[in-house]
């Protein structure tokens, strides 16, 4: 038994709106959920069934707005969330971590009635630097809460393939989440996923909108590229981090060939590096549902753009 996962899935951190950690934003500014329902509804008519949330994106918001979306289809689409993240959801606020197996227990809970479903079918967890006693038990428990009929598989959203390896150990383990994309390619987690035979659902895919957009006008201050989060590479003061837009600038033309646009191109990217990848780019929009969709029909990079790609890049 296994789960069918296509060839490209949908992100929903950008649907949950504003929220904080620490006083800082961590959500992507203002959003539409009207919009957002549609946006969801159209990826489902255009084939995509893969749906890739977490308990703590808007505080659950993202959770609640992706059980309305496909309350009526739920058994025809593929539902991952995560866990690992403690959030105050009226004050939109996250709070602080929680590896323990007390929290994953009453997390599952929380996810399964915000999303109006009876059993999540890809549950990560979404500490990513957790030790590994810590994830042997968590591991355990996911077991348990597949016998129990809550989850059907689970993975790891980690950058480390070592880690991601050990959660695909288990008998219902498929699946990783990294950061990936074209500008940042990370060979050895999929070395891993081909030889342990998991999955990696890559985050984070257009660089957080540096390979999707052209203009950058000033962003909201309560938007997460505006705040400089240690970890966020693609954006410095809410503007372009130099290296990688001259990167993407050096391969535009490659990306963009055979009639792609720059997204589709840094798509397409995905599905020739490697059979295991399933690129999951945020929308927020019809628009943007409907620009990333239609890279399937484009399909991967030929061969020997790919190498061109390669060579720019990393040669």
């Given at each position: 038994?296994?789960?069918?996962?296509?060839?490209?899935?949908?992100?929903?951190?950008?649907?949950?709106?504003?929220m904080?950690?620490?006083?800082?934003?961590?959500?992507?500014?203002?959003?539409?959920?009207?919009?957002s329902?549609?946006?969801?509804?159209?990826?489902?008519?255009?084939?995509?069934?893969?749906?890739?949330?977490?308990d703590?994106?808007?505080c659950?918001?993202?959770?609640?707005?992706?059980?309305?979306?496909?309350?009526?289809?739920?058994?025809?689409?593929?539902?991952?969330?995560?866990?690992?993240?403690?959030?105050?959801?009226?004050?939109?606020?996250?709070t602080?971590?929680?590896g323990?197996?007390?929290?994953?227990?009453?997390?599952?809970?929380g996810?399964?009635?915000r999303?109006?479903?009876?059993?999540?079918?890809?549950?990560?967890?979404h500490?990513?630097?957790?030790?590994?006693?810590?994830?042997?038990?968590?591991?355990?428990?996911?077991?348990?809460?597949?016998?129990?009929?809550?989850?059907?598989?689970?993975?790891?959203?980690?950058?480390?393939?070592?880690?991601?390896?050990f959660?695909?150990?288990?008998?219902?383990?498929i699946?990783?989440?990294?950061?990936?994309?074209?500008?940042?390619?990370?060979?050895?987690?999929?070395?891993?996923?081909?030889?342990?035979?998991?999955?990696?659902?890559?985050?984070?895919?257009?660089?957080?909108?540096?390979?999707?957009?052209?203009?950058?006008?000033?962003?909201?201050?309560?938007?997460?590229?505006?705040?400089?989060?240690?970890?966020?590479?693609?954006?410095?003061?809410?503007?372009?981090?130099?290296?990688?837009?001259?990167?993407?600038?050096?391969?535009?033309?490659v990306?963009?060939?055979?009639?792609?646009?720059?997204?589709?191109?840094?798509?397409?990217?995905?599905?020739?590096?490697?059979?295991?990848?399933?690129?999951?780019?945020?929308?927020?929009?019809?628009?943007?549902?409907?620009e990333?969709?239609?890279?399937?029909?484009?399909?991967?990079?030929?061969?020997?753009?790919?190498?061109?790609?390669?060579?720019?890049?990393?040669?």
């Amino acid at each position: 038994m296994t789960l069918e996962l296509g060839k490209l899935g949908f992100g929903t951190w950008a649907m949950g709106g504003p929220m904080t950690f620490e006083g800082q934003p961590v959500g992507w500014g203002p959003t539409d959920d009207e919009e957002s329902l549609k946006a969801l509804r159209r990826a489902f008519d255009l084939g995509v069934r893969l749906i890739d949330t977490a308990d703590v994106y808007g505080c659950g918001h993202a959770e609640t707005l992706v059980g309305q979306a496909f309350a009526d289809v739920r058994d025809e689409v593929v539902l991952a969330t995560k866990w690992g993240d403690e959030f105050d959801q009226e004050k939109r606020e996250l709070t602080g971590y929680n590896g323990t197996v007390e929290y994953l227990r009453r997390a599952v809970e929380g996810s399964l009635r915000r999303l109006g479903t009876d059993r999540i079918d890809l549950y990560q967890l979404h500490l990513g630097d957790l030790g590994l006693d810590e994830a042997a038990l968590l591991r355990d428990e996911c077991e348990a809460l597949v016998a129990a009929g809550k989850i059907r598989f689970y993975g790891w959203s980690t950058d480390d393939p070592e880690r991601a390896r050990f959660f695909a150990e288990g008998e219902h383990g498929i699946a990783a989440q990294a950061d990936i994309n074209v500008l940042m390619d990370t060979p050895d987690m999929y070395r891993a996923a081909e030889e342990a035979g998991f999955t990696v659902l890559c985050r984070r895919p257009l660089a957080m909108g540096l390979l999707a957009r052209d203009a950058f006008a000033e962003l909201p201050s309560d938007d997460v590229r505006a705040s400089d989060p240690a970890w966020l590479l693609f954006f410095r003061d809410g503007k372009p981090t130099p290296e990688y837009f001259r990167a993407r600038e050096a391969v535009r033309d490659v990306l963009t060939s055979g009639g792609r646009t720059l997204v589709q191109g840094a798509l397409a990217w995905f599905w020739a590096r490697s059979p295991r990848l399933v690129p999951i780019p945020g929308v927020r929009t019809v628009a943007q549902v409907e620009e990333n969709a239609g890279a399937l029909e484009l399909g991967p990079l030929t061969p020997g753009e790919l190498a061109q790609v390669e060579s720019v890049l990393r040669g």
